[in-house]
């Protein structure tokens, strides 16, 4: 029998509980293949953020961003703004968990004094890529030697794979069905249809189309799984004290989370087949939010197929494990359950794939006010992000 | 950065962390690492044992007896290797000796798989793996049938 501290493990975090705000926020355009660079669309999220913050290109004194995809760092900052003040960098920011983390190492600069207004940015140009096949999230895996030896040879590749696996070992132990991941999909479609920026605001979803869609690879089909995006977003990290002096609701930071599985990116051999770190990382912070699920307005988690937003639901705490295809489709994620509202932006599988960083900008808009798929009277909201050996946790209140 | 090398997606049997998962499988026999000072089964490779961190590990022969896991029935082919042998049924399966270690591998001999089921005795055979995109290549690898061996 597994147990929890069998697979994995919590990060240790400071407690920043109302330390900093996001004050601002950037985006771009979603769309399929744009043609642009994600230099370009990065530095257009950044115009945004920092403008909806009411600063100015100079007021930015820190900047976090994705080193894996480093398409917008401080050298590409200065070049677009024309400026060349000193800036405190990190490259553990930008999307996937680190979207959810970043506003902790913003609270770690913003305390030691070395910056004021951090900047998080994460732009994609997958779609646009894909065409050339450089990039994109099947290429960097099957580079690693353990892949290309002992998964891909055997058909065990590419994401689409790996998660149909788990789907499959999720409905044989759960009794999970093809509805219930369906539920998921038109409900997040739903949600989409409500948000203008959403790339597939115009393109309704049965219940009926998806059951008829195609397999990718059985179980799972076209509408289980995220189609490929150009676009990014940004946000601006301040102090609570400086956020009060500006436009903007603040969206205050009260918890941060990190956790971690021991298997590293080996989905096949993840311990806890059927869960996430979200295990491990969910639980500290809500205790450093002093929050539980019921208080929770809005969650959005990073859900590149149905079965990560399952698995996630779970292991965070909001039902029993193995309960929540019954619990998606009893309507619990819609935005006017009055439940769990969830991913009321549409998620990755309908709003964008830009890989979490429009999940937490949805967090902000909820907590503004201002979100296509409104939910009355948001006070808190709950980022869940995920990159298979690593999750993380934040948790934004409204003032 | 693009792999180069020609006869991918067959596996590389010269990587030293997964050569003698292939040298065995070309005498027809399954061999897993495992670490000599606390017997744990060493899964994936590894320079280091994960559980008392000794580098003493020897690759040792296993029944090939197992159980289904999960399965996924591919459709799609993600690789234009796999364009002329979808669709096809990749699976996980847990070796009887230590469930803990799971094996990608095929499926082979399926003739319907609507009638898989969960942890289903599964055995060993080995075939030797073969892409239309890499012509005149092969190499022996352990997939599985299902039942218990013959
Ligand atoms: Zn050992």
Redesign the interface.
């Known amino acids: 029998m597994t147990t929890a501290a069998d697979w994995g493990h919590a990060a240790e975090l400071d407690d920043v509980n109302g330390e900093v705000a996001i004050v601002g926020i950037g985006e771009t355009d979603y769309t399929k293949a744009s043609g642009r660079t994600a230099a370009q669309i990065g530095a257009e999220a950044a115009e945004r953020a920092i403008a909806d913050a009411g600063l100015e290109p100079r007021d930015v004194d820190g900047l976090t961003f994705s080193g894996a995809f480093a398409d917008f760092g401080v050298a590409e900052f200065h070049a677009h703004f024309g400026t060349d003040h000193d800036m405190w960098s990190s490259p553990w920011g930008g999307g996937m968990a680190w979207a959810g983390t970043a506003p902790y190492l913003a609270a770690g600069a913003i305390a030691r004094g070395e910056a004021r207004h951090v900047l998080n940015v994460f732009p994609v140009a997958w779609a646009t890529q894909r065409s050339s096949?450089?990039g994109g999230p099947?290429?960097v895996h099957?580079?690693q030697?353990?892949k290309?030896?002992?998964?891909?040879?055997?058909?065990?590749?590419?994401q689409?794979?790996y998660f149909?696996?788990?789907m499959?070992?999720h409905m044989?132990?759960f009794g999970t069905t093809r509805e219930q991941f369906g539920a998921v999909a038109i409900t997040l479609r739903e949600h989409a249809n409500r948000t203008p920026s959403a790339v597939f605001r115009d393109k309704t979803l049965s219940l009926e189309q998806y059951l008829g869609a195609?397999?990718?690879?059985?179980?799972?089909c076209l509408y289980d799984s995220c189609p490929i995006s150009d676009g990014g977003a940004a946000y601006v990290t301040t102090s609570l004290e400086r956020a009060r002096d500006l436009a903007r609701v603040p969206a205050v930071v009260r918890g941060v989370g990190e956790g971690y599985s021991?298997s590293g990116g080996?989905w096949?051999?993840q311990?806890a087949?059927t869960s996430t770190p979200q295990v491990f990382s969910t639980p500290g912070a809500f205790a450093m939010a002093g929050i539980t699920n019921d208080d929770v307005d809005v969650l959005t988690c990073y859900d590149p197929f149905t079965i990560v937003s399952l698995m996630q639901v779970e292991d965070m705490g909001f039902c029993a494990k193995g309960e929540s295809g019954p619990f998606a489709e009893s309507g619990a994620l819609r935005f006017d359950s009055g439940r769990l509202p969830y991913n009321t932006h549409g998620g990755l599988l309908s709003h964008a794939y830009v890989l979490g960083i429009a999940h937490v900008i949805e967090c902000v808009k909820q907590l503004r006010g201002v979100a296509g798929a409104q939910v009355p009277e948001c006070e808190v909201a709950v980022y869940g992000g995920y990159t298979g050996h690593m999750a993380s946790t934040l948790v934004l209140t409204r003032s | 950065?693009?792999?180069t090398r020609d006869d991918?997606?067959?596996?590389?049997v010269h990587?030293p962390?997964?050569a003698p998962?292939?040298a065995a499988a070309a005498r027809d026999a399954l061999e897993i690492p495992r670490c000599t000072a606390c017997g744990t089964y060493v899964?994936?490779?590894a320079p280091t044992c994960?559980e008392c961190g000794s580098g003493e590990i020897e690759w040792v022969a296993v029944s090939g007896r197992a159980t289904l896991?999960?399965?996924?029935?591919?459709?799609?082919a993600?690789?234009p290797a796999?364009e002329s042998?979808v669709?096809?049924v990749?699976a996980?399966v847990a070796l009887d000796e230590d469930p803990?270690v799971?094996?990608?591998?095929?499926l082979v001999d399926v003739a319907d798989?609507a009638v898989l089921t969960?942890n289903a005795p599964v055995h060993v055979e080995f075939r030797d793996?073969t892409f239309a995109t890499v012509p005149g290549r092969s190499?022996r690898?352990p997939m599985f049938a299902v039942g218990a061996a013959s």
Not at chain 1, 148 to 158: A, D, I, R, S, T
Not at chain 1, 214 to 220: C, E, G, K, V
Not at chain 2, 69 to 76: L, N, S
Not at chain 2, 102 to 106: F, G, K, M, S
């Open positions: 096949m450089t099947g290429e099957a580079q030697s353990l290309q030896n002992l998964e891909v040879p055997f058909g065990f590749f590419p689409p794979v149909a696996s788990i499959r070992r044989l132990e195609p397999m990718l690879a059985d179980p799972l021991g080996h096949a051999q311990r087949f | 950065m693009a792999i991918f997606p067959l596996p590389d990587d962390l997964t998962f292939f899964w994936y490779p994960p896991f999960t399965w996924v029935i591919v459709q799609r993600f690789l796999f042998m669709p096809f990749t996980l803990a799971r094996l990608c591998t095929y798989p969960a793996l190499v690898v």
